[in-house]
Structures are given as structure tokens and as C-alpha cells.
């Protein structure tokens, strides 16, 4: 995303890695790791003031604003109940340790390989990830449910009201497979009948309880049509998506239509001073689409309002320490940050899905 900072380039080579300090790493670290994912990055961030273990803010009321239309002289208008709630984040801590031996360094000196950024790129790379998959979990509140033998009737088929379902986690069965799934009715079917099952799959419980989620009109097939459907229920709710994220692999699927032509503009044509999203690739009816998420399941279109979305509580921002370990001639590096996110609208997020390859209507 390029409205963020640029990061340092370390200027040391593999040659130097003995001398470098803790300081030159927390600075490279933490200016790669302000390129935020693709989830993150839709979230208002907040620095939480040190000290505070708890960062509130503002949740969108549920109560609707009453407009009195044609009043007569004299006559009073209706009074419009409006009141804010607090939602609380709590920091959720992340770390990582990483040892680099001064040796494996000097073995490989000759290739002139900077080893010391190559680190550091997959340090920042980790990093951003963990916290790109919790925002993606607070933006849907993804739970998981696990079902047994005794929820397949005939030993085939599960019906939960825990859906709709994203994906299936694991499963082990004691013959066969799953065969499908139909997402919006939240229905399991499995291949033959079985004795002994356990599967556990994930849902959005954010979806089940706004209700802003739907099938695709063709069960294994996405297309822009159910998503510009889904788009006209979140406008009936007054909540206008301003972002567009599906799968890499449902792109060609969903916009290679002709007749889509004036509806998509290509990022490529965008002007050269234009800011962009991290994943950003195009506009759609006045959505930024945004693909290279490997997090979200193939077949699901998410439709956003960001505008609504919700918080980042920053706590503490990446912070660095680096150890020397004269023992076994390394250095330690330990990365650790602390925050969290929480949404202020439960209806700024819609969900198109049952688009994936082993979706079918049940």
C-alpha cells in the first residue's frame, strides 16, 4: 500500500551482519511492517496512550433517525432517539523469535546476498500476516463449530444453524468424504453414510446474526450479478460498501464478462498520482477490488463498508530486541507488538457465498 511509509534499506551487507545493531533492525522491521494487510489496513488505527490496557470506542447505534416530512405550522416533529455504545479492545499480544548464526552467514559471504534483509523481509512478512488473519476474523467474527456422527441424518447429512460456513477445517470420518456443502443453509453432505465423524468448519457469526449474507444464485459460481445483489441489500440497510475482496482465483470468473466492461476499471488506468489499497487491482460500481488474501476462501465475495467498519487499538507498535549470543556466535532477535481490533457496525460487512468448488444447494 503505498500511502505508507517507506522502509529503511539497512545500510549494511551480509559482511557486516556481526556489527549490527538492535536499533538499525527495529527501525527496518518496523517501517516494512507499516505496509498493512489487506484486512488491516480497513480498520481505523488508534494509538492507545501507554499505559492503557483498554482502548474504547465508538459503536453505530441501532436506532434509526426519524425525519418528520410536510410539517404544519405550529406542530412539533418527532423526536429521534440517538444514543452511542462503547466497544472495548483488549491488546492481544504477538512475538516471534528468530536466531541467526553468525556462520550460516559467512558461509554463503560469497553470493552477495544481503541475508540480514532477506530476514528481515520475512520477519515483516509474519508479522503483518498474523495480524492481517485476526483483523479478517474480528471483520467476519469467524467461530467454529464442530459436528459429530449424531448431527448426519442417515449418517450422510448435517443441517447446523451455525452458518454460513466458509470453509471446513478438518474432518475425519470413518469412511468416505465430504462431498458438499451448501453454505447459506449451513448442510454438510457426506459421500456414504458413516458410524464415526467428526468435522469441524468455520461460519461468520457476524453474518448470522446481521443476516447481510446470501448464496450465489448458482451454487459453484460467482458472479457479479450476486454481488451487485448483495450490494443493493446492504444500500437497503443504508450501508454503502466502498470495498470489493474475493479470491485471486474468482477474478477471471467474475469480471472476464463483456457486458462488465463499463462497470470494472482496471488499476492499470488509474492516474499515476492515485492511492491505492494494498491488493487493490480495479474499481467496481465504486468498490475498490482487492484480491491476494490468502485467507479468504475461494467462491466468498466480502463487500465492506470501511467507513463503519471499526478500530485498530494499537498498543505497542513492533518492537525490536536484539541479543548477542557469543555461545553459540549468533544473535537473538525477538519482535513482539500488542494489538487488537473491534467493530462498530454490525452491518458494514455482507457476504456473498456457496461460490467454491465443492459448494452445491442442498
Given at each position: 500500500?503505498?500511502?505508507?511509509?517507506?522502509?529503511?534499506?539497512?545500510?549494511?551487507?551480509?559482511?557486516?551482519?556481526?556489527?549490527?545493531?538492535?536499533?538499525d533492525v527495529s527501525k527496518s522491521i518496523l517501517e516494512k511492517s507499516q505496509l498493512k494487510g489487506i484486512f488491516q489496513q480497513l480498520y481505523k488505527s488508534?494509538?492507545?496512550?501507554?499505559?492503557?490496557?483498554?482502548?474504547?470506542?465508538?459503536?453505530?447505534?441501532?436506532?434509526?433517525?426519524?425525519?418528520?416530512?410536510?410539517?404544519?405550522?405550529?406542530?412539533?416533529?418527532?423526536?429521534?432517539?440517538?444514543?452511542?455504545?462503547?466497544?472495548?479492545?483488549?491488546?492481544?499480544?504477538?512475538?516471534?523469535?528468530?536466531?541467526?548464526?553468525?556462520?550460516?552467514?559467512?558461509?554463503?559471504?560469497?553470493?552477495?546476498?544481503?541475508?540480514?534483509?532477506?530476514?528481515?523481509?520475512?520477519?515483516?512478512?509474519?508479522?503483518?500476516?498474523?495480524?492481517?488473519?485476526?483483523?479478517?476474523?474480528?471483520?467476519?467474527?469467524?467461530?467454529?463449530?464442530?459436528?459429530?456422527?449424531?448431527?448426519?441424518?442417515?449418517?450422510?447429512?448435517?443441517?447446523?444453524?451455525?452458518?454460513?460456513?466458509?470453509?471446513?477445517?478438518?474432518?475425519?470420518?470413518?469412511?468416505?468424504?465430504?462431498?458438499?456443502?451448501?453454505?447459506?443453509?449451513?448442510?454438510?453432505?457426506?459421500?456414504?453414510?458413516?458410524?464415526?465423524?467428526?468435522?469441524?468448519?468455520?461460519?461468520?457469526?457476524?453474518?448470522?446474526?446481521?443476516?447481510?449474507?446470501?448464496?450465489?444464485?448458482?451454487?459453484?459460481?460467482?458472479?457479479?450479478?450476486?454481488?451487485?445483489?448483495?450490494?443493493?441489500?446492504?444500500?437497503?440497510?443504508?450501508?454503502?460498501?466502498?470495498?470489493?475482496?474475493?479470491?485471486?482465483?474468482?477474478?477471471?470468473?467474475?469480471?472476464?464478462?463483456?457486458?462488465?466492461?463499463?462497470?470494472?476499471?482496471?488499476?492499470?488506468?488509474?492516474?499515476?498520482?492515485?492511492?491505492?489499497?494494498?491488493?487493490?487491482?480495479?474499481?467496481?460500481?465504486?468498490?475498490?477490488?482487492?484480491?491476494?488474501?490468502?485467507?479468504?476462501?475461494?467462491?466468498?465475495?466480502?463487500?465492506?463498508?470501511?467507513?463503519?467498519?471499526?478500530?485498530?487499538?494499537?498498543?505497542?507498535?513492533?518492537?525490536?530486541?536484539?541479543?548477542?549470543?557469543?555461545?553459540?556466535?549468533?544473535?537473538?532477535?525477538?519482535?513482539?507488538?500488542?494489538?487488537?481490533?473491534?467493530?462498530?457496525?454490525?452491518?458494514?460487512?455482507?457476504?456473498?457465498?456457496?461460490?467454491?468448488?465443492?459448494?452445491?444447494?442442498?
Open positions: 500500500m503505498n500511502d505508507y511509509h517507506e522502509y529503511v534499506e539497512l545500510a549494511l551487507g551480509t559482511a557486516d551482519v556481526a556489527n549490527i545493531s538492535g536499533v488508534r494509538i492507545v496512550p501507554e499505559g492503557n490496557l483498554v482502548f474504547k470506542y465508538p459503536k453505530s447505534p441501532s436506532s434509526s433517525l426519524i425525519v418528520s416530512e410536510n410539517v404544519s405550522p405550529n406542530s412539533s416533529i418527532a423526536v429521534s432517539g440517538y444514543q452511542f455504545n462503547a466497544g472495548t479492545i483488549n491488546p492481544r499480544k504477538n512475538g516471534l523469535r528468530v536466531e541467526l548464526s553468525l556462520e550460516s552467514i559467512e558461509d554463503v559471504s560469497s553470493s552477495n546476498i544481503d541475508l540480514v534483509e532477506k530476514m528481515i523481509n520475512e520477519i515483516s512478512n509474519e508479522v503483518r500476516a498474523v495480524n492481517d488473519a485476526r483483523a479478517f476474523t474480528v471483520c467476519l467474527n469467524i467461530q467454529s463449530n464442530t459436528l459429530t456422527e449424531s448431527d448426519f441424518t442417515g449418517g450422510t447429512l448435517a443441517t447446523s444453524t451455525l452458518k454460513p460456513i466458509l470453509s471446513i477445517i478438518s474432518s475425519t470420518l470413518n469412511t468416505g468424504s465430504i462431498s458438499s456443502w451448501d453454505s447459506s443453509n449451513g448442510k454438510i453432505l457426506l459421500s456414504g453414510s458413516v458410524s464415526s465423524a467428526t468435522v469441524v468448519y468455520c461460519y461468520s457469526n457476524q453474518a448470522r446474526t446481521n443476516l447481510q449474507y446470501m448464496n450465489c444464485s448458482t451454487a459453484k459460481t460467482l458472479t457479479y450479478d450476486d454481488i451487485l445483489s448483495m450490494r443493493e441489500t446492504m444500500i437497503t440497510n443504508k450501508i454503502f460498501p466502498d470495498v470489493l475482496i474475493i479470491n485471486d482465483h474468482d477474478f477471471p470468473e467474475v469480471f472476464s464478462y463483456a457486458e462488465l466492461a463499463h462497470l470494472f476499471t482496471s488499476a492499470s488506468v488509474y492516474p499515476k498520482d492515485r492511492e491505492l489499497l494494498e491488493g487493490e487491482i480495479g474499481s467496481f460500481v465504486n468498490m475498490k477490488v482487492l484480491t491476494g488474501s490468502t485467507i479468504v476462501p475461494q467462491g466468498i465475495a466480502i463487500l465492506v463498508d470501511s467507513k463503519r467498519l471499526g478500530y485498530e487499538g494499537i498498543f505497542r507498535e513492533l518492537d525490536t530486541k536484539v541479543e548477542d549470543l557469543p555461545e553459540s556466535y549468533s544473535k537473538r532477535i525477538n519482535v513482539w507488538d500488542e494489538r487488537d481490533y473491534g467493530t462498530s457496525d454490525s452491518l458494514a460487512v455482507g457476504l456473498v457465498v456457496n461460490g467454491g468448488s465443492i459448494c452445491a444447494d442442498l
